[in-house]
Structures are given as C-alpha cells and as structure tokens.
C-alpha cells in the first residue's frame, strides 16, 4: 500500500505506524513531515515553549546500562547545585522571559534530598510570583521515579510538570537495558502515580537501542496513545564509553535503522496520532545532526530546553558522548536560538507557561 493511503487514516493501527516509520524515500519522508507540520499547526499553532533547563544534580542511585551518569560511572565527577546556584539559573531564565524551566537530576529517593527538592520549588516559586506572572515561573520536574506520597509533596510545593521516560515499551529490552532492580512494571506504576497526583506526564523513549527494530518503536507511539500522555521527549540513543552498554556492542552493526531519520519519523508519527500534546526537540537529536532540533520542530515538536544549568557543571551531566555543553541552544545564545527558530517561520511564546493542550482537553 502506498503512504498516502494509509497515512491519513483517522486511526492508524500500530501495524500502520510500523509501516509508516519504515519509508526512507526522500519523497516519501516529507509527506510524513508535511502531515505532522499541518497536524501542528492546526492543534497546537506555530509557537514554540521555551523550558530553561537547569541539570541540578548528577548523583544518582541507579545503575542504566547505557547512562553516562549511572551510580557504577566513578569516571564522572558527582555534584548538586546549591539552592542559590539554582535560584541564579532561574534568575537568567527570568531575564530572558522564559515562562518555565525544567529541573533535572540522577534519582534519588532519600528524604535529605526529597526535602531539599520541595525547598527549591517553594522558593522559585515565591521568588518569581510577582503582578505579571501571578502563578510564577512554570516548574517541571524530572528527578525519577519516587513514591506517590513524595510525588504528592513535590507537586504541593509547586512543580506542576514531570518528565519520566519508559525509556522502551518493550519489557525484554527494557530489562536488557537496565538492571534487574529497576523493573518495567515500577516505571509504569510512577507514570500512573503522576498522572494520579495530578501532574501534566511526559514520557519518550531512547531511539536506536541495539537490538530494538521498527515495530518496538510502533508500540512506543501506541503506548503513548493508550496511557493517554500529555507531553513527549525522545532522541536517539547515544552510546557512551564509560557504559556497559557503549562499551559492548558494535552500534552500528546491532542498529536496525538510522537513529538520526528514525527520531525524525517518530516526531511526525506521535505528532500526527496525539495530535495536541507537546513535544520537544532534543538536545541528544542535535547532538548526532548539526541540525537536528531544527528538523525536529519541522517534523512536528514544538517545545525546546535551552541550556541554562551553571557552565562549570554542564561538562558532568554528560548522559552520552559528545553532549554539547555550550550550544547555540543555552541561555548563553539566546538571541541565536530565536533567529534559527524564526527562519523556520515559527515564533518563540516568550513569558508563557505553555502547558499541553492535551491536558485541558481531556
Ligand atoms: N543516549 C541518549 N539518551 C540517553 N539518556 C540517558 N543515557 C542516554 C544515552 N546514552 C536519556 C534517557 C533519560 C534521559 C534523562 O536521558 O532517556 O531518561
């Protein structure tokens, strides 16, 4: 069956998206690009939300076969902001009049650090709440998976976002990937807890996994459809040597298809099923392409991070190789990041929250 009769199908099966993320025709991708680009356009507008994202801590108590930052990494020099570090990354997000930020760190389950978390929110929050923005300064989080009632004191405090991704919705690459104290079934829980407690949920995946093929990536998107998400990160998967899993394998000989292509496809396709939830193009995307964040808000992503965590810091939250640490997308480049964004005729939404439709129109 040609793309064109199966692509504008109300409902695409997740044997069509499989199909659909398996062109490589040139022509064929920008009928793919095209259809997300209007899908976008026509639920979410041309705008795109700016989250300043501050990497706050890189201790963490897992272990992810393929994380730079994993607890077994002793190459990697640890680190936490202090509440004022932070509140002068918050400080800069404001000055640029960014509407949210994202704070970011390994996970921790401790009380000490729960504690210090929920401190920092409240205080962002006081200190950013003034006549013009009377609900302060957007606040997502993504420190993992915690307990419901930690959840709870965190989204009291202030956060009313949270990243979490399923990293892969198929449970034996899951478990290849991870070590057997991190189980699928505990991720899917924390998403339900979010979503319980009351936070707008983001979720993604890791795209290029050795061994992961096309139709793994096709239950992703249906599994984002079916958890009824609200927001999406995913990039490609980037090995990192100081890992198991990017010292072991020959990447590219155990990848099924181009990770660069393949994210691109997987933008569009969750653009054109979820239609009004937001997106981001990621760091990891331009990472692998000089220009990958812009394709990606051309395939449909509307949401970007720029970078706004101390620079001292940034070369320890290296979760894959060759993570930028200063990028035309940081704070430090603000004005060339909304001059690349405009030349694709879309427009920044400065001082807005920019939350999901989705989540409204439930
Ligand atoms: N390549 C790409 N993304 C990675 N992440 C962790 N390690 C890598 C890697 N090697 C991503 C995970 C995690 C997010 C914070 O960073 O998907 O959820």
Same mark, same amino acid.
């Given at each position: 069956? @040609?793309?064109?009769?199966? !692509?504008?199908?109300?409902?695409?099966?997740?044997?069509?998206?499989?199909?659909?993320?398996?062109?490589?025709?040139?022509?064929?991708?920008?009928?793919? #690009?095209?259809?997300?680009?209007?899908?976008?356009?026509?639920?979410?507008?041309?705008?795109?939300?700016?989250?300043?994202?501050?990497?706050?801590?890189?201790?963490?108590?897992?272990?992810?076969?393929?994380?730079?930052? $994993?607890?077994?990494?002793?190459?990697?020099? #640890?680190?936490?902001?202090?509440?004022?570090?932070?509140?002068?990354? *918050?400080?800069?997000? /404001?000055?640029?009049?960014?509407?949210?930020?994202?704070?970011?760190?390994?996970? #921790? #389950? &401790?009380?000490?650090? %729960?504690?210090?978390?929920?401190?920092?929110?409240?205080?962002?929050?006081?200190?950013?709440?003034?006549?013009?923005? @009377?609900?302060?300064?957007?606040?997502?989080?993504? !420190?993992?998976? /915690?307990?419901?009632?930690?959840?709870?004191?965190?989204?009291?405090?202030?956060?009313?976002?949270?990243?979490? $991704?399923?990293?892969?919705?198929?449970? !034996?690459?899951?478990?290849?990937?991870?070590?057997?104290?991190?189980?699928?079934?505990?991720?899917?829980?924390?998403?339900?807890?979010?979503?319980?407690?009351?936070?707008?949920?983001?979720?993604?995946?890791?795209?290029?996994?050795?061994? /992961?093929? %096309?139709?793994?990536?096709?239950?992703? %998107?249906?599994?984002?459809?079916?958890?009824?998400?609200?927001?999406?990160?995913?990039?490609?998967?980037?090995?990192?040597?100081?890992?198991?899993?990017?010292?072991?394998?020959?990447?590219?000989?155990?990848?099924?298809? &181009?990770?660069?292509?393949?994210?691109?496809?997987?933008?569009?396709?969750?653009? !054109?099923?979820?239609?009004?939830?937001?997106?981001?193009?990621?760091?990891?995307?331009?990472?692998?392409?000089?220009?990958?964040?812009?394709?990606?808000?051309?395939?449909?992503?509307?949401?970007?991070?720029?970078? %706004?965590? @101390? *620079?001292?810091?940034?070369?320890?939250?290296?979760?894959?190789?060759?993570?930028?640490?200063?990028?035309?997308?940081?704070?430090?480049?603000?004005?060339?990041?909304?001059?690349?964004?405009?030349?694709?005729? $879309?427009?920044?939404?400065?001082?807005?929250?920019?939350?999901?439709?989705?989540?409204?129109? $439930?």
């Amino acid at each position: 069956m @040609p793309l064109n009769a199966i !692509i504008f199908k109300p409902y695409l099966e997740v044997e069509d998206i499989a199909k659909i993320l398996s062109v490589d025709e040139p022509k064929d991708l920008e009928i793919i #690009r095209k259809f997300a680009h209007e899908t976008l356009i026509k639920h979410v507008g041309a705008g795109v939300y700016l989250r300043g994202l501050i990497e706050f801590s890189n201790y963490c108590i897992n272990d992810c076969l393929y994380c730079g930052i $994993r607890k077994s990494n002793s190459q990697t020099e #640890r680190y936490t902001l202090s509440k004022d570090e932070i509140l002068d990354a *918050v400080a800069i997000a /404001q000055k640029l009049n960014y509407g949210s930020i994202v704070l970011q760190s390994g996970d #921790r #389950r &401790d009380d000490d650090f %729960i504690d210090f978390v929920v401190d920092v929110l409240e205080s962002i929050k006081q200190k950013t709440r003034n006549s013009e923005y @009377p609900e302060g300064m957007g606040i997502t989080l993504s !420190i993992g998976e /915690q307990s419901y009632k930690n959840y709870k004191r965190l989204f009291d405090a202030g956060a009313h976002r949270y990243l979490l $991704r399923i990293e892969t919705t198929n449970p !034996i690459l899951f478990s290849e990937i991870h070590p057997e104290e991190q189980t699928f079934e505990n991720r899917l829980d924390a998403l339900k807890a979010l979503r319980d407690v009351g936070f707008q949920v983001g979720t993604g995946v890791l795209i290029g996994l050795p061994g /992961q093929t %096309i139709d793994d990536l096709a239950r992703d %998107i249906d599994f984002f459809r079916q958890i009824d998400i609200d927001m999406i990160g995913m990039g490609p998967y980037i090995p990192h040597h100081d890992t198991p899993l990017g010292g072991l394998f020959n990447h590219s000989a155990s990848q099924k298809f &181009d990770p660069y292509e393949m994210t691109l496809k997987m933008i569009a396709v969750a653009r !054109i099923v979820l239609k009004d939830i937001n997106m981001a193009s990621t760091t990891a995307l331009q990472t692998i392409h000089p220009r990958g964040r812009e394709e990606g808000l051309r395939f449909g992503a509307n949401v970007l991070m720029p970078q %706004i965590t @101390p *620079v001292a810091f940034r070369k320890n939250y290296m979760l894959y190789e060759g993570k930028p640490t200063i990028t035309e997308y940081s704070a430090e480049n603000n004005a060339e990041m909304q001059k690349r964004v405009e030349l694709l005729d $879309r427009t920044i939404s400065y001082g807005e929250w920019g939350d999901p439709l989705h989540f409204f129109n $439930r």
